[in-house]
């Protein structure tokens, strides 16, 4: 499972850096979720990727059972999503007034060079 | 509670700020207040932390590898002041400076969760944590940045924008790869676990991620592009807040985690940070050299100036990085009144552009010599603060034996003199040229007023007083250096007294 999350992660940052490097904001925006969606994925991984148990102390123990899971990544992976959505929501609205102003989603276009 | 104060502070003033919507007048009394409160929280905060050692506080009472701790050294805390400071001034600019669709448009709020944000960072002890906290003050300094939606403002926020969110995804990347690796998130836990990794080797790549993350957001070379048309573009009092406070929480993360967590497990490529240190110093002020605007030039020096903190992170000597804090203060001090002044003359004459300005010095001798005292001291004259601070730096160079590195050092210092005397000569000495037919309406002087003059004033007293005062201020410095050069006190402060290494 571990190589196989390595390569999806690897494919997705690649894809997402492919994004940016264009000229498109539409396709920058695509490509910074990309690559949100990428560090995600690579901090459940961080945590293991075999299958276990809830992280829940059973009634009457003080302490996790033997191969629970670790519930960190996911509360950090949990922040990280927030922080996600709440970001690439003002980039939309960047992305909705920059074309409202050039009627392109050319950046060159915005800082007055001619495409 | 303490060391919680200066975040909690600026953070309610954001809230009663929210609930003042509409109220332009209330919403400017509570930045204000919110600032000066953070300033005085600050100083509390220091006069504690130099009398009584590092204060630490648990959120949630958890104990320390499992909670999240706010730690407070003496770095933190001059950190803490000095974004008192850096608000205070930005704040009071602001009422004088900041138009007012501006300040009724949510300016306040932003600015001040921007602040609560930069405190945070500054005083937390968890890897995570501080991504939350560069999150929260990048999501203000996007507003602050986009606010007006001027086309030179949508240009430059959008590589703002684009650039530190790639530096994000670098930042939580390296967290989860240091949690896979040593299954904690707490620095000072993590500073005991990774001198114990078997591969120093793999702990250095997640630090090279680490060091990509950060060097975007301190714009240090080859990642500095996005710095110069996004510093250009917002109003001055902007500017002057993102130049003193924005890159250097990127290089405090540095200087913390580079010292706490890399150096003790011996993977800080130290031979790697002193080559971008000269390569920034060199192609920063190389290109304020061939800008024609006062306020793009200043921003080339900002990248150049990051050098010489990245230098003495690089030596990485007691007496360097006693250097290197002595020059951030300096240099955020000094960079935001440029700006300042900047803001100034562009609201006196329309214009920053220096083949259209001229004659300042004539008209207006208290601007000019605001910006003598200050563009003095970031050329690094005695006895203001660029002196003393470069002179650390130098002599740690020296020590150190790194004699390309003082001479690439002393060039660059002789380059920013270069450019301040372009700006001095052409803003203020020459005469005023003819104002051409279009420019009459914008280059009428009238509303000026002391508006900016003021908290530009008292930013240049602070780098006068602070330069004169040289000998306390470098031995504070040293001391929050040494904690720096020697993290076993943090760790023990953090940890008890079980977690000495």
Not at chain 2, 118 to 146: C, H, Q, R
Not at chain 2, 287 to 306: K, Y
Not at chain 2, 364 to 382: E, H, K, N, W, Y
């Amino acid at each position: 499972m571990g190589p196989w999350i390595a390569l999806v992660v690897g494919g997705l940052w690649a894809a997402g850096i492919f994004l940016l490097l264009r000229r498109s904001l539409v396709k920058a925006v695509l490509g910074l979720a990309l690559l949100g969606y990428a560090t995600n994925l690579l901090l459940v991984a961080a945590a293991g990727t075999a299958r276990r148990a809830a992280p829940i102390v059973p009634p009457g123990a003080d302490a996790l059972p033997p191969g629970a899971a670790d519930p960190v990544p996911q509360a950090l992976v949990l922040t990280a999503i927030v922080i996600g959505l709440g970001v690439q929501a003002f980039v939309l609205v960047l992305l909705k007034r920059a074309h409202a102003e050039t009627g392109s989603d050319d950046l060159d276009r915005l800082e007055g060079k001619d495409p | 509670m303490l060391p919680v104060l200066p975040v909690l502070v600026p953070l309610a003033a954001a809230v009663l700020s929210l609930a003042a919507w509409g109220r332009p007048r209330a919403q400017r009394a509570i930045g204000v207040a919110g600032t000066a409160g953070l300033l005085a929280a600050g100083l509390a905060l220091l006069a504690r932390v130099s009398a009584g050692g590092i204060q630490v506080v648990r959120l949630g009472g958890w104990p320390s590898p499992f909670g999240i701790a706010f730690v407070a050294d003496l770095l933190s805390a001059i950190l803490v002041t000095l974004a008192g400071v850096m608000g205070l001034a930005g704040a009071w600019a602001s009422v004088a400076a900041v138009d007012g669709p501006r300040q009724a448009n949510g300016h306040w709020p932003a600015l001040l969760v921007l602040l609560a944000g930069v405190a945070g960072a500054f005083l937390t002890g968890d890897l995570f944590n501080l991504y939350v906290w560069f999150e929260v003050f990048l999501m203000a300094s996007f507003v602050l940045l986009a606010l007006g939606g001027t086309r030179p403002q949508l240009a430059g926020a959008i590589r703002y924008v684009v650039m530190n969110l790639l530096s994000s995804t670098l930042f939580l990347v390296a967290a989860g790869l240091l949690y896979g690796m040593a299954g904690t998130l707490d620095l000072a836990e993590l500073s005991l676990r990774l001198r114990a990794h078997p591969s120093p080797a793999l702990v250095s790549a997640v630090g090279m991620v680490l060091l990509a993350a950060w060097g975007i957001k301190a714009a240090i070379f080859p990642v500095f592009a996005w710095l110069p048309p996004s510093y250009a573009a917002p109003p001055a009092p902007v500017a002057a807040l993102f130049s003193g406070l924005l890159t250097k929480v990127g290089f405090y993360a540095m200087l913390r985690v580079f010292t706490l967590v890399l150096a003790p497990a011996g993977a800080v490529p130290r031979g790697l940070i002193l080559a971008l240190a000269a390569l920034t110093m060199v192609t920063g002020v190389l290109g304020a050299v061939a800008q024609g605007e006062i306020r793009r030039i200043l921003a080339f020096h900002s990248v150049s100036q990051m050098g010489y903190l990245l230098l003495g992170l690089g030596l990485g000597t007691p007496l360097a990085l006693a250097g290197a804090i002595a020059f951030l203060v300096h240099h955020s001090l000094v960079k935001s009144n440029l700006f300042l002044v900047s803001g100034a003359v562009e609201r006196i004459a329309g214009t920053d552009r220096l083949d259209r300005l001229g004659g300042l010095w004539a008209s207006r001798a208290g601007l000019g010599v605001v910006f003598l005292v200050t563009a003095f001291s970031l050329a690094g004259i005695p006895p203001l603060t660029g002196f003393w601070a470069k002179l650390a730096l130098l002599r740690a160079g020296v020590e150190a034996g790194a004699w390309g590195m003082v001479a690439v050092a002393a060039g660059v210092g002789v380059l920013t003199l270069f450019s301040m005397t372009k700006i001095w000569s052409e803003a203020f000495w020459k005469a005023a040229p003819a104002a051409g037919p279009g420019e009459a309406a914008a280059a009428a002087p009238g509303e000026t007023g002391p508006g900016l003059l003021l908290p530009a004033g008292a930013l240049a007293l602070l780098v006068v007083g602070l330069g004169l005062s040289a000998g306390p201020a470098l031995a504070l410095a040293e001391r929050a250096a040494a904690g720096l050069a020697d993290p076993s006190a943090y760790v023990r402060a953090v940890l008890g007294p079980g977690g000495a290494p």
